[in-house]
Nanobody
């Protein structure tokens, strides 16, 4: 069974930092892309950052220069370092993996984590 497990959310004051982690567990051959989405109350889920294998990183405009996505390929893990957090960043953050292949030959088009709450408030 393959799943994505997130950690690192919490409550932080404006201007503070948090680092989210997401590890894909199970027997995995490769993952094409990993990234982060978020969903604030009453709003649609939106892309925050995505990092394809060997491709260009894509960030939501409002997080450029503040958030940094990175991957640890050997551990099938993706991180999101969030600095200079603003109240508008408050949301549930979801880890995302695309093109995840396993030894049986199955390729998962997309997988989602369970979500982790990030609250930016004084």
């Amino acid at each position: 069974q393959v799943q994505l497990v997130e950690s690192g959310g919490g409550l932080v004051q404006p201007g503070g930092s948090l680092k989210l982690s997401c590890a894909a567990s199970g027997r995995i051959v490769m993952i094409n892309a990993m990234g982060w989405y978020r969903q604030a109350p009453g709003k649609e889920r939106e892309l925050v950052a995505v990092m394809p294998s060997g491709g260009s990183i894509n960030y939501k405009d409002s997080v450029k220069g503040r958030f940094t996505i990175s991957r640890e390929y050997a551990k099938n893990t993706v991180y999101l370092q969030m600095n200079s957090l603003e109240p508008e960043d408050t949301a549930v953050y979801y880890c995302y993996a695309a093109g995840l292949s396993v030894p049986s030959g199955t390729v998962y088009g997309s997988l989602w984590g369970q979500g982790t709450q990030v609250t930016v408030s004084s």
